[in-house]
């Protein structure tokens, strides 16, 4: 089993940075293929990048976003620089015990809450 928390969203200009996190509770955190998501008001949910041994990201935040993990804290981030009035949606973190299937919904064993991040112009 395990727990994930994201923290870290909150209400930001365009243009301005912010930096999620994601601490899982439960072993063998490092065996896990962690990934984000996000869902905009109205809409289905999206994804948005992943790391296992490599990391992989949605075409919208290429270039901008970045994935990366500390396995010494179990807890998995997302950069997000240049933010964008679309960017704009709950922020959910997951775990996979997958290698493969990283970008859609099924690949994934484990969620977060999520968290909020709200892009102003």
């Known amino acids: 089993q395990v727990q994930l928390v994201e923290s870290g969203g909150g209400l930001v200009q365009a243009g301005d940075s912010l930096r999620l996190s994601c601490a899982a509770s439960g072993r063998a955190f490092t065996t896990y293929a962690m990934g984000w998501f996000r869902q905009a008001p109205g809409k289905e949910r999206k994804f948005v990048a992943a790391?296992?041994?490599?990391?992989v990201y949605a075409d919208s935040v290429k270039g901008r976003f970045t994935i990366s993990r500390d396995n010494a804290k179990n807890t998995v981030y997302l950069q997000m620089n240049s933010l964008k009035l679309e960017d704009t949606a709950v922020y959910y973190c997951a775990a996979s015990s997958r290698s493969t299937c990283l970008q859609v919904i099924g690949g994934y064993d484990y969620w977060g809450q999520g968290t909020q991040v709200t892009v102003s112009s």
């Open positions: 790391i296992k041994w490599y990391t």
